[in-house]
């Protein structure tokens, strides 16, 4: 930081009057000079392995350095693939299974803690501290949940007689208890957006509802609801961007499996590229998460904006 | 669940009862998790319902004091999380400035890129990153743990609308004493910046500390894992004869530090969700 310090630079021209239409040399070159080391860093780290990223999709390469060039040919690869169409599709499951349900809890938790009283604070910490811990820990909480051999809902259901349930060694039910488990982690975000966005509602909507007699509901549809209709989208774009990233739980919970069913694309990627090691291929599948999660970006994006004419 | 806006009475009733039995749902895993934690692990092996009743032990936690590996992730995860952090501050608070109050030719379309940047998934880059490591030999290696973290935009962004909402004339008596544009900065605008510097440091360090993928694939050797790495490494070659009660107590162990700093600045998180959308 001391290194970076201008002594000379500034001096001279700005005591003087500064014309706002053009830049000074001297805060021309300070001001290259503040934002250099980012810049730097995010060419880098982020820039440049994002061109070389698709660079390298248009390429057979291994491990071991061996490259050739072979254009579309990953793509094609791709889509012939049985087990990528599955990863897709369980992704896109995966979506469906979390975010209307994150985005519901989220608001139905927001609305009920939306009062300044010791108990919602006390519970609002509640909701959101699952959000706070990383994903080996939430999977190794839930699986202590869900394992048959032991697991809490397995002692549950031993006290109604009833068998347990092989949440994640069955095809049909370790999807669900991968989006389960997430929902669980994640509910304190949506809740949070939520919040924040109850609370600048204007109150004298509110009480203009309450001079109508408004019942609880009608207030809800008539006054709430329309009001914080921008962040319910941008929380659903979030999630949507968030989910589509499904790695951690699949990889730790259920390695995938049972038969694929429960890969997502992500674990798709880390098993081509870090463990078969074909990283063309695998940076070939990135690039076509990449323009999913693009979509969903741009759709934030147009979102906000118009947030701010609105 | 006190004063409900609603003046329905037996709705206020059935909604606290809904809520009861979600927030039940929200903590019962994680007082499953602390009672498996604090049972002996023969007792365990015999049957996990003995976990709702006494004797309780702090034996698995004692065990874990003398297993050093826990310990070495433990140190990995703080440095690198301080490291990112730091990295991460620095960084942005400069650019921030840069962005918000100085004028130079490109600056605006620079900044719109950098925002560009936010909607790189890591996935999408993370390939071509690890053969870049790779190459440079920096896998297995603090900066190798480190570096990919401070090219994050979000804290760019930040930085840059928390110092253009600020007002000009909080310089200006500076510019008139001859003061640098480095020691204006130093001086007058970072000290005022404190509260988002801390929004931007929690999130950087909590995220940090709970990123899985990229030190999954750079910490090969077990003594870089950091602590997010390093549990899951344990949790997948778990037996149940390793001893359920100590995973568990692993587990609780590695979420202490966190949850301590999540109590700690709380107010600080809930202000950079807000900023975060």
Redesign the interface.
């Known amino acids: 930081m001391e290194a970076l310090d201008i002594p000379a630079a500034g001096r001279e021209a700005d005591v003087t009057v500064r014309r706002p239409w053009t830049a000074s040399a001297s805060e021309t070159r300070a001001g290259l000079l503040f934002v250099a080391p980012y810049l730097a860093v995010f060419c880098l780290l982020l820039v440049y392995p994002l061109l070389s990223g698709i660079w390298l999709s248009l390429h057979k390469a291994d491990l071991f350095g061996g490259s050739r060039f072979v254009g579309a040919e990953n793509y094609v690869r791709l889509l012939h693939d049985d087990i990528f169409r599955q990863a897709v599709w369980n992704t896109c499951n995966f979506v469906i299974l979390t975010v209307p349900a994150l985005t519901v809890a989220g608001l139905a938790l927001a609305l009920a803690l939306n009062t300044s009283s010791r108990w919602s604070a006390v519970l609002r910490g509640l909701f959101f501290s699952s959000s706070v811990l990383s994903v080996t820990i939430v999977t190794l909480v839930w699986r202590m949940v869900l394992i048959p051999d032991g697991g809490l809902v397995a002692n549950l259901l031993a006290l109604l007689h009833l068998p347990a349930i092989p949440f994640l060694s069955d095809a049909r039910l370790a999807l669900p208890a991968v989006a389960i488990t997430t929902i669980w982690w994640c509910i304190g975000l949506p809740m949070m957006l939520f919040l924040a966005a109850l609370q600048q509602v204007p109150k004298d909507l509110y009480e203009a509802a309450a001079l109508d007699n408004a019942g609880w509901w009608r207030t809800l549809r008539r006054i709430t609801l329309p009001s914080i209709r921008r962040t319910a989208l941008v929380v659903v774009v979030i999630e949507v961007i968030l989910q589509f990233q499904l790695f951690g739980q699949a990889q730790i919970m259920t390695l995938g499996g049972p038969n694929n069913a429960s890969l997502p694309i992500v674990l798709f990627i880390y098993q081509i590229g870090f463990q078969r090691w074909d990283i063309g291929y695998a940076a070939a599948a990135s690039e076509i998460l990449f323009c999913i999660i693009l979509v969903a970006a741009m759709a934030q994006f147009l979102a906000s904006r118009g947030r701010e004419d609105g | 669940?006190?004063?409900?806006?609603?003046?329905?009475r037996g709705?206020n009733w059935t909604?606290a009862a809904?809520?009861g039995l979600?927030?039940l749902?929200?903590?019962?895993?994680?007082l499953?998790?602390l009672l498996?934690s604090l049972k002996a692990n023969d007792a365990?092996l015999r049957?996990?319902?003995s976990a709702?009743a006494p004797p309780y032990t702090l034996e698995n936690y004692a065990d874990i004091l003398g297993h050093s590996a826990v310990f070495f992730w433990l140190l990995n995860s703080t440095i690198v999380s301080l490291g990112v952090t730091a990295g991460v501050l620095?960084?942005?608070s400069?650019?921030g400035?840069?962005?918000a109050r100085?004028?130079?030719?490109g600056?605006d379309i620079?900044f719109v890129l950098?925002l560009f940047?936010?909607?790189?998934?890591?996935?999408?880059?993370?390939?071509?990153?690890?053969?870049?490591f790779g190459a440079l030999g920096l896998h297995n290696s603090y900066g190798g743990l480190i570096?990919?973290g401070?090219?994050a935009?979000f804290g760019?962004f930040l930085m840059t609308q928390y110092f253009r909402a600020m007002p000009k004339e909080l310089e200006e008596a500076a510019?008139?004493d001859?003061?640098?544009?480095?020691?204006?900065?130093?001086r007058i605008l970072l000290p005022q910046s404190l509260p988002a510097q801390a929004t931007l440091g929690i999130f950087t360090f909590?995220s940090t500390?709970?990123d899985?993928?990229w030190p999954l694939?750079s910490a090969t050797n077990s003594r870089m894992y950091t602590?997010?790495?390093g549990?899951?490494s344990s949790?997948?070659n778990f037996a149940?004869t390793n001893g359920?009660g100590f995973?568990?107590a692993?587990?609780v162990f590695?979420?202490v530090p966190?949850?301590i700093?999540?109590v700690i600045f709380?107010r600080y998180?809930?202000a950079g969700?807000?900023a975060a959308?």
């Open positions: 669940m006190t004063a409900m806006r609603n003046p329905g709705r909604a809904a809520l979600a927030a749902a929200m903590a019962a895993p994680l499953w998790t498996l365990l049957g996990t319902a709702f620095c960084l942005s400069l650019a400035y840069g962005f100085l004028r130079f030719p600056r620079v950098v940047g936010l909607a790189i998934p890591e996935q999408s880059v993370i390939i071509a990153r690890h053969q870049m570096f990919p401070l090219a935009p760019v510019w008139l001859g003061a640098s544009r480095f020691k204006t900065f130093w909590l500390w709970n899985y993928w694939i602590l997010t790495v549990v899951a949790q997948m149940q359920l995973l568990m692993q587990a590695a979420s966190i949850l700093v999540y709380q998180i809930v969700v807000r959308a």
